[in-house]
């Protein structure tokens, strides 16, 4: 039991703490999305931006607090994000179809001196874990905009595809 306990002290000082890195200083980037209409997070200028029906726009002043700029960080890290093609699910030749549901994201990021965009049209069809990790980065990206947008008081058109 003794040697146990020392075994365990022994190695907790050893072993480096785990710490969450801090991103560089020059981490950034900008996020849109949308299904007929466009929102785009823009830190690099600090405007978060909505497309309302007409073509009209709502604006806020909008950026991420230090834990979330590490959480991003992180997950684009450890998904790879710079290893990404720029047109993630596109093959040369495969005709682009335009349906309804369809997600366009495009996410550029900026970090250590290199810059990175990648863009996607999500219609559900491409699987596997790429996929999935690009999905999970993505679908934190929209949370935070549609928390951020409702604290702002931005009006949000409840039916975005709707026609004027």
């Known amino acids: 039991m003794l040697i146990q ?11 480096p703490v785990q710490s969450h890195p801090e991103p560089p200083s020059d981490f950034d980037f900008r996020f849109r999305y949308g299904v007929c209409s466009t929102d785009e997070l823009d830190p ?21 607090k230090a834990d979330q700029r590490r959480h991003l960080y992180e997950t684009v890290t450890r998904i ?9 699910g596109w093959e040369p030749g495969k005709p682009t179809i335009f349906r309804e549901g369809v997600i366009k994201y495009q996410l550029d990021v900026r970090s250590d001196g290199r810059m990175h965009s990648v863009q996607w049209d999500d219609d559900g069809a491409d699987q596997g874990p790429q996929a999935d990790r690009l999905r999970k980065l993505f679908g934190w990206a929209v949370v935070f905009i549609q ?18």
């Not at 306990?5 to 072993?15: A, E, K």
């Not at 200028?45 to 002043?61: D, I, N, S, V």
């Not at 790879?80 to 047109?87: M, V």
Request: charged share 15%; glycine share 6%.
């Open 5 to 15: 306990r020392l075994i365990t002290i022994l190695f907790s000082v050893m072993l």
């Open 147 to 164: 928390d951020a947008a409702k604290e702002s008081h931005l009006p949000m058109s409840p039916e975005p595809c709707s026609k004027n």
């Open 80 to 88: 790879d994000f710079f290893n990404y093609p720029s047109a993630f």
């Open 44 to 64: 690099f200028t600090g405007w978060f931006t909505h497309e309302l029906p007409g073509g009209a726009f709502a604006m806020a002043q909008l950026s991420l």
